[in-house]
């Protein structure tokens, strides 16, 4: 009997933190007022953040992997991870060279 893994669901799951650790980030960039805030303790935060979110994503990332070399069952769940990490990616790079 071929036991079942459930890496789809938390490649899932780590996108969905990504995608909020992310709007967190945004939101917090665009509210910041650098006279009225501490910019230092801004940076910090900011950089708790980003690496969090970055480490959320290789790992997801990395489960995504395991999900496919496993051949897991093709849900919602397996198809936004699939197609959600590389669209997530190439708009994490193609945004910052637009602007």
């Given at each position: 009997m071929k036991?079942?893994?459930n890496y789809?669901?938390?490649s899932f799951r780590?996108?969905?933190y990504v995608l909020l650790l992310n709007?967190?980030?945004?939101?917090l960039t665009i509210q910041f007022i650098p006279f009225v805030h501490d910019g230092e303790r801004f940076y910090i935060r900011m950089l708790i953040l980003s690496v969090l979110a970055m480490l959320?994503?290789?790992a997801g990332v990395i489960l995504?992997?395991?999900s496919v070399r496993n051949?897991?069952?093709?849900d919602y769940k397996y198809k936004v991870s699939v197609y959600g990490y590389p669209i997530f990616f190439l708009i994490s790079i193609i945004?910052?060279?637009l602007l």
């Open positions: 036991k079942e893994t789809r669901s938390w780590l996108l969905i709007l967190v980030t945004m939101y959320l994503f290789i995504t992997f395991f051949k897991e069952k093709k945004v910052p060279i």
